[in-house]
C-alpha cells in the first residue's frame, strides 16, 4: 500500500501562485505515475496533470496547459504541482493520485489517492 499526503494549498488571489507537494510513504518502493485530479462543487473529477515514473512524458488537461506545471523528486517520494496565473474556476480540493501507468491516470484508474488538499481562489 502506499499513503499520499498532500500539502500546500490555500487562499489566492487571481493572478497568484501555489506549489502543491505530496509525499509518498509505506510501499515507496513501486514505479509509479503520479498525478493531480481536482473536485470542485457541482463539477466531475478532472485529472489536472500527471507524470509518467521517469518523468519523461507528462499530460496536462486543456485548461492549465502553459499555467501548471507538474514535477516530481523520486528520491524524495514527492511529487509537486507548481501553479501560476490562478484562476477563479481553479478552486476545487486537489488530490495526489498515484497510478501503475500513465494511462491508468488518464483514464481516471487510480490506484492509490490521499485525502486532498484544498485551493481558493478570489477574485
Known amino acids: 500500500q502506499v499513503q499520499l499526503v498532500e500539502s500546500g494549498g490555500g487562499l489566492v488571489q487571481t493572478g497568484g501562485s501555489l506549489r502543491l507537494s505530496c509525499l509518498a510513504s509505506?510501499?515507496?518502493?513501486?514505479?509509479?505515475?503520479m498525478g493531480w485530479f481536482r473536485q470542485a462543487p457541482g463539477k466531475e473529477r478532472e485529472l489536472v496533470a500527471a507524470?509518467?515514473?521517469?518523468?519523461?512524458?507528462?499530460y496536462y488537461t486543456d485548461s492549465v496547459k502553459g499555467r501548471f506545471t507538474i514535477s516530481r523528486a523520486n528520491a524524495k517520494n514527492t511529487v509537486y504541482l507548481s501553479m501560476n496565473s490562478l484562476r477563479p474556476e481553479d478552486t476545487a480540493v486537489y488530490y495526489c493520485?498515484?497510478?501503475?501507468?500513465?494511462?491508468?491516470?488518464?483514464?481516471?484508474?487510480?490506484?492509490?489517492w490521499g485525502q486532498g488538499t484544498q485551493v481558493t481562489v478570489e477574485s
Open positions: 507524470i509518467s515514473w521517469v518523468g519523461t512524458d507528462t
Open positions: 493520485a498515484a497510478g501503475l501507468s500513465l494511462s491508468r491516470l488518464v483514464k481516471s484508474l487510480y490506484d492509490y
Open positions: 509505506g510501499r515507496t518502493f513501486g514505479n509509479y505515475a
